[in-house]
C-alpha cells in the first residue's frame, strides 16, 4: 500500500493549499485525495476531471507552448519526481497530452494525480455502462450458496435450476452394480483363464510372438 511521505513542510504547504482556488488546488502536489466534483451529470464531470490531469505548459510572458514537465520520472501535472514500482497498485499509464488521447509523453502521474486518473477511469466505465443501458457494479465471481454445504446426495428442483443457471451441468447417477466383491474377483478371474486359453490355442496353432510378447 503507497505510504504518504513524510516532508518537512508539508503541513504548512497544506495549509497554504486551502487558500487556493479549487483547480489549482487539485493540480498543485500533496496528499492522495478524492477529487470533489462541481457538476451532477458524469459527462460534465468528466471535462471537469479531465482539466485537472491536463499536462502543464510552458509559460513565456501570456503565450504557453509545450510541456513543463515532460521529463522521465516527472509527473507532468505538478512536477513532482516519483518513480514507480512494477507492483504498485496506483502505478499509471504512459500520460498523453490530452489526457484521453494524442500523443505520449515522457513523464508520468504523481500519485495524488495517479490517483485522480483512475477516479477518471472510473467514471468513464460508469458512463459507458449507462449508455449501454447497463449497471456500474465491478464483478465479483459468486459460488452457488448450495456448493458451500458440502457432499450432496439429493437435489430439489430449485437446486437444479440454480446450479444450471450458474453454468453447471446436472447428471443423473449411473446405476451402482449389485455384485459383492468376491462375486466381482471370481468374475475377473474367469476372464483372465478364458483370455490365457485362447492365447494358447492361438500359439499352438503356429502364431509366433517375439521376444518381449513372449516374456509378457
Not at 513524510?6 to 498543485?28: I, T
Not at 447497463?134 to 446450479?163: A, Y
Amino acid at each position: 500500500m503507497y505510504q504518504q511521505p513524510l516532508l518537512v513542510g508539508m503541513h504548512s504547504a497544506q495549509a497554504s493549499l486551502a487558500f487556493l482556488p479549487k483547480l489549482p488546488m487539485y493540480r498543485s502536489p500533496g496528499q492522495i485525495e478524492e477529487y470533489k466534483y462541481d457538476q451532477i451529470k458524469p459527462k460534465k464531470q468528466l471535462k471537469e476531471i479531465r482539466k485537472v490531469l491536463l499536462p502543464e505548459k510552458k509559460k513565456f510572458f501570456i503565450f504557453r507552448f509545450g510541456k513543463k514537465f515532460n521529463l522521465k520520472d516527472r509527473c507532468v501535472v505538478c512536477g513532482v519526481n516519483h518513480s514507480w514500482d512494477a507492483g504498485d497498485y496506483l502505478r499509471p499509464p504512459i500520460p498523453l497530452d490530452e489526457v484521453h488521447k494524442g500523443r505520449p509523453l515522457r513523464g508520468t502521474y504523481c500519485p495524488k494525480h495517479a490517483a485522480i486518473f483512475m477516479q477518471m477511469e472510473m467514471l468513464e466505465q460508469q458512463i459507458l455502462a449507462e449508455e449501454h443501458g447497463l449497471e456500474f457494479r465491478g464483478f465479483k465471481p459468486k459460488m452457488p450458496s448450495i456448493v458451500n454445504k458440502g457432499p450432496l446426495k439429493t437435489l430439489t428442483q430449485e437446486d437444479v435450476i440454480s446450479l444450471t443457471a450458474a453454468g453447471w451441468l446436472i447428471k443423473a447417477p449411473s446405476p451402482v452394480e449389485s455384485e459383492e466383491g468376491k462375486q466381482t474377483a471370481m468374475s475377473l478371474l474367469a476372464e483372465m483363464n478364458a483370455s490365457m486359453q485362447k492365447l494358447n490355442f492361438l500359439v499352438n496353432n503356429g502364431v509366433e510372438l517375439d521376444g518381449t510378447e513372449r516374456r509378457n
